[in-house]
């Protein structure tokens, strides 16, 4: 319908694949504007073009979007004031759009998050927009609503809910269910801050660095106070209460990839866990009574991979802490300084006693060729090669390591070990099952096969050992080895294992003929 005022649409309806529209729409002449309303109904499916979609509403989220199916129920009252070129001069339509039982899948992190049961209601005009919604991920039930400001593109979106970490996170501490309280503030898109608080008492707990767990249904809280800035995130404070136990840290800033970047202040007492951690610019102080390194230590003598999240880190280290518990020792009163570069020690000095007055050392330094120099002195072999796979059968004596950083992936390496033990070894037991050797097996599964010295030298290279002379003698048998170690663990060993050690001792020992005849040490007549 025409007039000389205004353009009359009515009744006018479509359908757009499996949405359909229904609209009434009056257009004034005079004053450029267009009233009226539209109403959209119908569902979505795998049909639509999401890229136009993607178009449309230029957010960076909408793009991981996918599998979406589900009902929608819109209606939008238009009020548009054109300009003479047909450009919009003003608009104040307000929308209303509900979506009910909606199925999507977002990709966050190059994860797919299944997102299910999705009922919302968007209220948008001309200065914000308003939401409200409730869904299901992993079968619990989340609620949340927000509001955005067109004008300073300030979000506040508050959840509620029910969720497991491990969905959403990479490597998350919490395997089962926890309850969510969370209000986010985002400005352009990207946090400004946010205040999370974690119900943990329906999950079990496990921090593996200091041997701390706690169980399923034991109560426990944990909250996040955060800021976004400059692409960093900073934690201007983590506390975890259960019961007595606490860890409070206070100024963590990460990376955007959530690497360790600084920190000021760490406090905890989880079990046998109570120490400090201050850090002041280029230097940190760690101090307390104890520290539970049972299981990190384990991991870290048997793992290949460095410690990524610690790769940033450029300081002074200095430790002070009185007793530090090992898998099967403790030491006391260790005394630690040290210059980390990108985490790895450029410089160490540190001195410590196991629990019975035993001594243990370590220290870097640089050598003439200013190579870096690891040496470690310890009385006992137990806490370090107990903790080694497939060395764990060794014990007592003592062992010095000298190692020498000749680049970024290649050093060497030599370990001594004198007056020790070898028993449960498996290894060994198949090699002296395999040379038919019965008395040196019955041995080692008795009191252990003792040797007066062992001798290691070896290359590494990437991740891969070869070793260039591996020798050791006792008044039972001798050893002389020789192989290489690869990155896949494979084992390529060659050597020989001299039963009756005393003897070819004795012969080796005879001038001139001895080394004849018996080769050098580990070597002898009598072998397998």
């Given amino acids: 319908i025409i007039n000389n005022e205004e353009l009359f649409i009515k009744n006018m309806s ?61 209606n939008f009252k238009i009020d548009i004031t054109f300009n003479n070129d047909f450009t919009i001069k003003t608009n104040n339509t307000k929308s209303n759009l509900k979506f009910n039982d909606l199925n999507l899948t977002y990709n966050l992190d190059k994860k797919d998050i299944s997102i299910n049961k999705l009922n919302t209601e968007i209220n948008i005009t001309k200065n914000k927009i308003s939401h409200i919604s409730n869904f299901k991920l992993d079968s619990k039930k989340i609620n949340s609503d927000g509001i955005y400001n067109n004008k300073t593109k300030k979000h506040i979106i508050n959840f509620n809910g029910e969720f497991k970490p491990d969905l959403i996170l990479k490597n998350s501490l919490f395997k089962d269910h926890v309850n969510l309280n969370a209000k986010v503030i985002l400005v352009k898109n990207k946090i400004k801050n946010a205040n999370l608080k974690l119900s943990l008492n329906n999950t079990a707990i496990n921090l593996p660095y200091i041997n701390y767990s706690k169980s399923k249904g034991k109560v426990a809280f944990l909250n996040f106070d955060l800021i976004g800035k400059n692409n960093n995130i900073l934690i201007e404070k983590i506390s975890y209460v259960s019961n007595k136990d606490y860890l409070i840290i206070n100024d963590l800033n990460l990376d955007k990839d959530y690497n360790l970047k600084e920190f000021s202040k760490i406090k905890l007492n989880l079990k046998r866990n109570n120490f400090k951690i201050f850090k002041n610019k280029n230097l940190i102080l760690i101090k307390g009574n104890s520290v539970d390194f049972s299981k990190l230590f384990k991991h870290y003598l048997n793992s290949k991979n460095s410690n990524s999240e610690f790769k940033q880190l450029d300081t002074r280290l200095n430790i002070n802490i009185k007793n530090v518990y090992l898998h099967d020792d403790n030491l006391v009163n260790l005394k630690l300084n040290g210059v980390l570069d990108k985490g790895k020690f450029k410089k160490l000095s540190l001195l410590s006693n196991f629990s019975g007055g035993e001594i243990f050392t370590a220290e870097i330094i640089r050598n003439k060729k200013n190579n870096r120099i690891l040496r470690i002195y310890s009385d006992k072999t137990k806490p370090l090669f107990g903790n080694i796979n497939n060395l764990s059968g060794i014990y007592s004596g003592n062992f010095e390591l000298n190692r020498e950083y000749k680049a970024e992936n290649f050093s060497t390496t030599t370990v001594q070990m004198n007056k020790f033990y070898i028993k449960d070894m498996p290894v060994l037991a198949d090699i002296l099952s395999v040379a038919s050797i019965t008395g040196a097996l019955d041995i080692l599964k008795g009191k252990g096969i003792y040797f007066d010295k062992s001798i290691l030298k070896y290359n590494t290279i990437n991740d891969e050992i070869k070793i260039e002379n591996f020798y050791g003698s006792g008044p039972s048998l001798g050893y002389i080895i020789d192989g290489r170690v690869g990155s896949d663990n494979f084992f390529s060993l060659n050597g020989n294992i001299v039963p009756a050690n005393t003897l070819n001792k004795i012969i080796r020992n005879i001038p001139l003929i001895g080394q004849v005849l018996t080769g050098k040490e580990g070597d002898g007549i009598f072998g397998a």
């Fill in 14 to 74: 479509g359908r757009l694949i499996s949405l359909n529209f229904f609209s009434d729409l009056i257009y004034k002449f005079k004053t450029q504007q267009v009233l009226g309303d539209i109403k959209l109904i119908g569902s979505f499916d795998n049909k639509i073009n999401f890229k136009i979609l993607k178009g449309l509403f230029k957010n960076k989220h909408i793009k991981n979007l996918k599998n979406f199916n589900g009902k929608i129920n819109s």
